[in-house]
């Protein structure tokens, strides 16, 4: 009898491999630069007739075409391989994303803001989890929520999900809410400012510190005044220069959390958990504070990061699941909203407070 001749394993080449990648990424790429399209036709729009439409992000647009595409047609299997790649293109956003943030621009603002800062961060990320545990939202949801309301929005919230492994639908949701409320605070915050009568610096701070994207925000300001704007952009850049901290924490948090009894090495099993992509971010960040690249770089970097989320939120609308959504109801949008009208009401209090009484905004 002849012995059985095995044929040896052939490891697929990684020519083809990539290719088979290629289909998926054209097709993030396709659906991601559709929501760049279509949040710059909006803003065309808002600005040729003279109308302040609420600056909906990119990021959101493209979540919502690939909600369309994985919820109706559904994606088919050769798109599949590709469009896994999301996380890879997450990470590298994140990463190339430090170089926005510069930790110098913190010791712009003065003794008093960054208290207000070190203020709003203590009480967004203390009341934004109480909030989700009194709605009984996943642990997870109510970590992005925190984070986002505290530091920038989007941005944060992006970059809290990879570290802390959160589901796409999580995610989703945490964007959101987050959103809708910097769409509101567009139409409420200037209105707000002049009823109070409330200086540019006193506004300008008020926006930055309460408004979670930087590019609302900046806007709220400008709709206020020009000398406003340039306050908020400066209280927003220093809760944004907290984000590689703040995510670190929560990184660290839940790889600890996520330990089982009988691991020994806590060290080493930190380490296996530990988001490594996160040192990354803090990397650039600092590199880019010491001045290690030039303009003309850091907009080419940011450029890239723009771009890399691009094909992550495209990805993440892709993998969503609307009956999963639903199953959250409205509470994410509730704690959403209480907790932002909470942090809204007490930064202005303290500012409106050091303004007419102090004297120091």
Not at 184 to 201: C, E, N, Q, V, Y
Request: aromatic content about 10%.
């Amino acid at each position: 009898m002849s012995p059985a001749i095995v044929a040896p394993r052939v490891s697929r080449p990684a020519v083809p491999r990539l290719l088979g990648l290629l289909p998926g990424i054209a097709l993030l790429a396709l659906l991601g630069v559709l929501g760049k399209l279509t949040e710059q036709s909006i803003a065309r729009y808002g600005k040729a007739h003279h109308l302040a439409l609420p600056n909906i992000e990119y990021v959101l647009w493209a979540i919502v075409f690939g909600l369309i595409v994985s919820n109706t047609i559904g994606i088919p299997a050769v798109f599949r391989a590709g469009v896994a790649t999301y996380e890879f293109w997450l990470k590298t956003g994140i990463v190339l994303l430090g170089v926005r943030f510069l930790l110098g621009d913190v010791l712009k603002l003065g003794g008093v803001s960054l208290a207000f800062v070190a203020v709003e961060l203590a009480l967004s990320i203390a009341l934004m989890t109480a909030l989700g545990r009194w709605l009984r939202l996943s642990p997870k949801l109510t970590s992005l929520l925190a984070v986002g309301s505290s530091i920038c929005g989007v941005s944060a919230i992006i970059a809290a999900k990879g570290a802390i492994e959160a589901d796409d639908e999580e995610a989703s949701y945490a964007i959101a809410a987050i959103l809708a409320m910097g769409a509101l605070s567009l139409f409420a915050f200037p209105a707000i400012g002049h009823a109070l009568g409330l200086s540019d610096h006193a506004f300008g701070l008020w926006a930055g510190l309460a408004v979670d994207n930087t590019a609302e925000a900046t806007a709220a300001g400008a709709l206020y005044s020009d000398a406003a704007a340039k306050f908020a952009v400066l209280a927003k850049t220093a809760r944004n220069a907290t984000i590689g901290f703040v995510v670190l924490g929560y990184a660290i948090h839940w790889a600890r959390k996520s330990h089982r009894q009988g691991v020994e090495n806590k060290a080493a099993f930190l380490w296996q958990k530990f988001p490594k992509f996160v040192l990354g971010f803090l990397l650039i960040s600092l590199l880019a504070t010491a001045g290690a690249f030039t303009k003309p770089q850091i907009a080419d970097l940011a450029n890239l990061s723009r771009w890399a989320f691009l094909l992550t939120f495209a990805g993440v609308g892709l993998q969503t699941n609307i009956r999963e959504l639903r199953k959250q109801g409205l509470r994410p949008l509730a704690a959403g909203a209480i907790g932002e009208f909470a942090i809204a009401g007490v930064t202005l209090a303290l500012i409106f407070a050091a303004s007419r009484w102090l004297g120091t905004v």
